[in-house]
């Protein structure tokens, strides 16, 4: 427990927190959805993945959905090393990316649900909004990735 009594009583870490559930939060709530936006809407798997006119339009979707999805995650996985402490590394690391872990896995339950009660356009359009509130705690966690800076220095 003392890695997390640590991570806890960091000047900020309850805004990066925040940041870390909300992150990917919309990314991964549309992510869970779209196989099975594509069979409600009446493809059938030979349907998307063979087709010709299908095909290119999805798999250049997935390609590029996939690219960009990876570079952000590469950089938001860097971001967490980059606020972990020397000492507590390893674990810090394992307790922060848990919890991002945790937040994509409460989207794909949560995907479902929401999709079948507000459809998918209003679904979506929700997803596209959802990861806006990180971008409100963009200060505390520049100014915790400074005091990380500062403290390796």
């Known amino acids: 427990f ?3 009594v640590e991570l806890l009583v960091r000047p900020g870490m309850v805004a990066v927190l925040a940041f870390i559930l909300l992150f990917k939060l919309g990314d991964a709530a549309m992510g869970f959805m779209v ?7 009446g493809f ?11 095909q290119a339009i999805v798999y250049a979707a997935s390609a590029l959905e996939s690219f960009t999805g990876g570079l952000g995650t590469g950089a938001f996985l860097a971001f967490l090393m980059g606020i972990t402490s020397k000492a507590r590394a390893t674990t810090e690391y394992a307790i922060l990316s848990s919890i991002f872990a945790f937040s994509r896995a ?3 339950w949560a995907g479902g649900i ?3 009660e507000l459809g998918y356009p209003v679904y979506f359009l929700l997803t596209f909004f959802l990861s806006f ?6 200060p505390p966690v520049r100014r915790m990735l400074e005091r990380s800076d500062d403290a390796r220095v």
């Open 2 to 4: 003392g890695a997390w």
């Open 35 to 41: 196989k099975p936006f594509w069979v409600d809407a």
């Open 44 to 54: 059938s798997a030979g349907q998307i993945g063979v087709e010709p006119g299908h």
């Open 106 to 108: 409460v989207a794909g």
């Open 114 to 116: 929401g999709a079948q």
């Open 133 to 138: 509130p990180a971008y409100l705690l963009l």
